[in-house]
């Protein structure tokens, strides 16, 4: 079965700090992993996705994520947050050969300006 | 295109009514998900199809839930009776068949039970 871990609940930074939030997952097999945001009152958007080939990846706003298989993790990172990026930002998994991706439970992030 | 398109956004309905919720996957993706987002629970998976067929219902909460696809452009979720616990925000979401994965979501519809 797959499973997904968020480390943290709610992050809360000073505009212009770095982020980086953590993932980690368990499946037996290969792996498609996202992240996808939530703006207040918004729906789920991708952020970026991780497939195949190099394991550091570059999505949308300057955000970026490093699959690192022997970790079975895939955080996201940015190195200057904004005010705009407060929303909430969930990492999925699926396997390759499966139907649906498996959600974490979410951080939500607060940046104050 | 249009995105997924849901409907109603938002719902406000009195315990024991009976809600119905739409959604129109984007055109050509094989599979539709219907998730539910609560304060409590985050973002549960409550059933999806392939080709319009049901494959996992698990999330289903109980038997007061129903959803159905007649065809590739059409779906719904039907609570019958409902309780103020199905408060929350209904999210469908489709995504072709390919090796990505990627969920295309759209913008939820938000049930109030009283």
């Known amino acids: 079965a797959q499973s997904v871990s968020q480390h943290n609940h709610h992050v809360i930074l000073s505009e212009a700090a770095s982020l980086e939030l953590g993932c980690n997952y368990s499946?037996?097999?290969?792996?498609?992993l996202f992240w996808y945001v939530q703006y207040p009152g918004q729906h789920l958007q991708l952020l970026l996705k991780?497939?195949?080939?190099?394991?550091l990846v570059k999505g949308i706003k300057g955000f970026e994520a490093e699959f690192i298989k022997s970790k079975f993790s895939f955080n996201l990172r940015k190195p200057s947050v904004q005010w705009s990026d407060t929303a909430e930002y969930f990492c999925?998994?699926?396997?390759?050969?499966?139907?649906?991706?498996?959600f974490g439970d979410g951080t939500t992030l607060t940046v104050k300006p | 295109d249009a995105g997924v398109i849901q409907s109603p956004r938002h719902e406000v309905t009195e315990m024991g009514q009976e809600v119905t919720l739409r959604c129109k996957p984007i055109?050509?993706?094989?599979?539709l998900f219907w998730y539910r987002q609560t304060m409590m629970r985050g973002l549960e998976l409550l059933i999806y199809?392939?080709?319009?067929?049901?494959?996992?219902d698990s999330g289903m909460p109980e038997d007061r839930f129903s959803a159905k696809m007649p065809n590739a452009s059409f779906s719904t979720l039907k609570i019958q009776p409902s309780e103020p616990r199905d408060s929350a925000v209904y999210f469908c979401?489709?995504?072709?068949?390919?090796?990505?994965?990627?969920?295309?979501f759209g913008e939820g519809s938000r049930l109030t039970v009283l």
């Open positions: 979401a489709s995504r072709p068949y390919n090796e990505y994965g990627e969920l295309f």
């Open positions: 199809f392939n080709n319009n067929v049901p494959i996992d």
């Open positions: 999925a998994v699926r396997g390759t050969n499966a139907g649906k991706s498996t």
């Open positions: 499946y037996g097999g290969t792996v498609n």
């Open positions: 991780y497939f195949s080939g190099d394991p």
């Open positions: 055109s050509g993706h094989d599979y």
